[in-house]
């Protein structure tokens, strides 16, 4: 019976959680508001919380990633570096959560297919760089740093041998990227803005909701 009520609180959060998304998603080209931070952090926020019930590295990892939703979502350089911060706690949370798993395995990155992924990573990882050396200004040594992590939770996630969270770790990333994009090459008037956000709300939020479910459900 306590599981049979688990079970139906955490999906009852993640269908709460998902109308919360729905609600951000509405709001995606609006302008800054109070309300339109809250549907962005209470999206991840309510996951965290009940994560916080049986798996704690979840919970950190969930609520550092739902308090940088509610600081890039809010206005100025201040607001951006903390949220930058915050999922950088995320990534290094959830790489502390998958190696911590008891299928977790380091072997497997070296050897295929897994090993295979650790290249594109790598390569990945130096075309980010790259381009965030050439256009990220002032806050290319901050922004740069954070690709090291990013990578670090995608590795992490090719030790475990779990096609869903493989999935969800590359969801982040590729938000993630996507952002970086939007946020320093695109002209603010670029048209395919109209997408770049949308989509990375999408994937990202995705890949949370992935998460939980791979792991709580």
């Known amino acids: 019976m306590i599981n049979e009520s688990a079970m139906m609180l955490e999906t009852v959060t993640l269908l709460l959680a998902g109308g919360f998304a729905l609600g ?70 959830y790489v502390g959560l998958f190696l911590s798993l008891p299928d977790a395995d380091v072997t497997r990155l070296w050897t295929a297919p897994a090993g295979w992924a650790v290249i594109a990573l ?32 995608g590795l992490a996630a090719l030790t475990l041998p779990t096609p869903l969270i493989w999935c969800a770790a590359v969801m982040f990333m590729i938000s993630d990227m996507v952002l970086a994009v939007e946020t320093f090459v695109l002209p603010p008037a670029h048209p395919a803005r109209r997408l770049t956000a949308p989509v990375i709300w999408l994937l990202y939020w995705g890949a949370q909701a992935l998460f939980f479910a791979v792991l709580i459900l």
């Open 24 to 93: 951000y998603l509405w709001q995606v080209h609006a302008d800054e508001s109070w309300s339109r931070s809250g549907f962005k952090t209470a999206s991840v926020l309510s996951l965290a919380l009940v994560a916080g019930l049986s798996t704690p590295l979840l919970a950190v990892a969930l609520g550092l990633c739902a308090f940088g939703d509610l600081a890039l979502s809010r206005p100025g350089e201040r607001a951006f570096l903390a949220g930058v911060g915050s999922f950088a706690g995320g990534h290094l949370a």
């Open 122 to 153: 790598a390569g990945v990882a130096l075309a980010m760089m790259s381009l965030l050396a050439r256009f990220a200004g002032e806050m290319r040594v901050q922004v740069m740093a954070y690709v090291p992590v990013i990578v670090a939770m």
